[in-house]
């Protein structure tokens, strides 16, 4: 079982989505940071089918974690996660992204 810690440093999402862009944008993916008044701080990325996937990264009990999902989908899909310290976490998203 893993919990949601609420309210993460926004200083810090925006440091760990800056650095998966430029990791993204190395593998050819078109990204955009998204800084919100209401709203923790969102990476989109333009996929091959020119959809964009919304990325969040969130704090949880045993680390940060980047979530993704579909621009239009309002709740978060299970399953569309990886860990934001694993070594090819570019490689993962972007595997996951173009399918998309």
């Not at 760990?16 to 989109?44: A, Q, W």
């Not at 009990?61 to 996660?81: E, K, S």
């Not at 990886?82 to 976490?89: I, K, L, P, S």
Request: net charge positive.
């Amino acid at each position: 079982m893993s919990i949601l810690i609420r309210g993460g440093d926004p200083q810090e999402q925006c440091v760990r989505l800056v650095r998966l862009s430029g990791s993204l944008k190395e593998l050819g993916m078109c990204t955009s940071l998204v800084l919100s008044t209401t709203g923790p701080p969102v990476l989109e990325v333009l996929s091959a089918g020119r959809a964009r996937v919304r990325i969040t990264v969130i704090r949880r009990a045993y680390g940060w974690v980047f979530i993704w999902r579909p621009w239009w989908a309002r709740l978060w899909r299970p399953g569309q996660w990886v860990c934001a310290e694993a070594d090819n976490v570019a490689d993962i998203i972007v595997s996951a992204v173009v399918i998309t």
